[in-house]
């Protein structure tokens, strides 16, 4: 059925959503547009988080330089204390942790696709950073059973992430 020498705009017609090779509706050019702006802005964020987190890392490796000189000159000298060996191994790990995440935020801003198994390798550092630095002795049960479980469950992620690839 044909109307008056145009197209049939009904659904089931043979030229309905029919568009010539390179064509675009018109939302489609806006989506695209508006994606890449996304895209650049969410790149740009990343980026002035990765200035700060170094900022927060330097001043991080400079308090932990004091820690450990001020620690090792007081009498008895050359000699630290437990307390200040759990916070020196304490901001060791929270800066390695740091660096890791820095890694991952460039591989981000490099790639196309979010590294799934770089962050959960960060994780694991951050769980294993808190179950290192714990207080056995002042920690629930359920807590330890907790932090089992995450440590169990992303230690499977990253191997089936692993076996993957």
Known sequence: MATGGRACAHPLSSNAGVRTFGSQPPQMADTNKIDSAVITIGKWIVRILMVLLIICLVFGTIHLIRTIYLSISEPPFLMLDVVTLFEVFNLLLIIAV????????????????????????????????????????????????????????????????KKKQ
Do not use: Q
């Open 98 to 161: 740091g660096y890791e995440l820095i890694k991952s935020l460039h591989t981000i801003i490099t790639a196309d696709t979010i590294p799934a198994a770089d962050i959960i390798l960060i994780a694991i550092i951050a769980v294993a950073n808190k179950i290192i630095t714990l207080d056995i002795k002042h920690t629930e049960p359920s807590i330890l059973y907790g932090l089992a479980a995450i440590m169990i469950t992303l230690g499977a992620t990253y191997y089936f992430l």
